[in-house]
């Protein structure tokens, strides 16, 4: 598994990150600043603050208002796991370079991640990407 999660992490450039939130304390807000200080690209999205700029992004409503022409590797899902299907749907109809499903620490949904798999996607359920990378990337 490790090997797997470091072959993610060097692998992926964009980021869309669900469930952003603009409050610097909150876990997606530090998790967001990490990555992108770690060179990903990561896209808020947050219907709540949507239009409004964050990370030098546009935060978007949902997945399906992220432009085409920006290449989503990997959706990371700050959501309570009963919204993960979806967020899962929303990712597989509008992101066409997608990867990777990734489910935070405590987020799993097992019928949602098969969905993905099925759709050749990889997914990651219960593990935070700051974390790991810590651990396997420095």
Request: hydrophobic share 50%.
């Amino acid at each position: 598994m490790a090997a797997d999660l470091r072959e993610i992490l060097e692998t992926t450039k964009v980021i869309a990150l669900v469930g952003y939130s603009a409050n610097p304390g909150r876990p997606s807000n530090m998790v967001a600043r990490f990555l992108q200080a770690k060179g990903y690209r990561v896209i808020p999205v947050n219907p709540g603050l949507a239009g409004q700029e964050a990370l030098g992004e546009v935060v978007r409503a949902s997945l399906a208002d992220i432009p085409p022409e920006i290449p989503v590797d990997m959706v990371d899902i700050f959501r309570a796991s009963e919204h993960v299907p979806e967020v899962v749907d929303a990712a597989l109809a509008h992101l066409p370079a997608l990867r990777v499903i990734w489910m935070q620490l405590g987020v799993i949904h097992e019928a949602a991640a098969e969905k993905a798999r099925a759709a050749g996607k990889t997914v990651v359920m219960d593990r935070c990407p700051k974390i790991e990378y810590a651990r396997l990337i420095g």
